[in-house]
């Protein structure tokens, strides 16, 4: 059974910066995808950054502001964000796209959200 961990989402001044961090237990015959989406009350959860065979791609939110690193091999993702702002205020969650070591088929997997909170 696969589960991702994310951690280091709090509370943090505007223009601060956080560092969330996912980790998969589990090992993976291939990774399709990682990458971090975030969701605030009352909207459907949004992108935020994907990373998919060293292609990434960031809303347009993002762009300039975050950055999105993984470890294939390690089935880590992390998600640097910078200058945040108080609408970045949401729960991030990560994702894992890739087919499990004995499995044939591949699945899509979340992590559980970490809450990030940008506020004087």
């Known amino acids: 059974q696969v589960q991702l961990v994310e951690s280091g989402g709090g509370l943090v001044q505007p223009g601060g910066s956080l560092r969330l961090s996912c980790a998969a237990s589990g090992r993976f015959r291939s990774i399709n995808s990682m990458g971090w989406y975030r969701q605030t009350p009352g909207k459907e959860r949004e992108l935020v950054a994907t990373?998919?065979?060293?292609?990434?791609n960031y809303a347009d939110s993002a762009k300039g502001r975050f950055t999105i690193t993984g470890d294939n091999a390690k089935v880590m993702v992390y998600l640097q964000m910078a200058s945040l702002k108080p609408e970045d205020t949401a729960v991030y969650y990560c994702?894992?796209?890739?087919?499990?070591?004995?499995?044939?088929?591949?699945?899509?997997?979340w992590g559980q959200g970490t809450q990030v909170t940008v506020s004087s």
């Open positions: 994702y894992v796209r890739g087919r499990p070591l004995l499995s044939a088929l591949e699945y899509h997997y």
């Open positions: 990373i998919s065979s060293g292609l990434i």
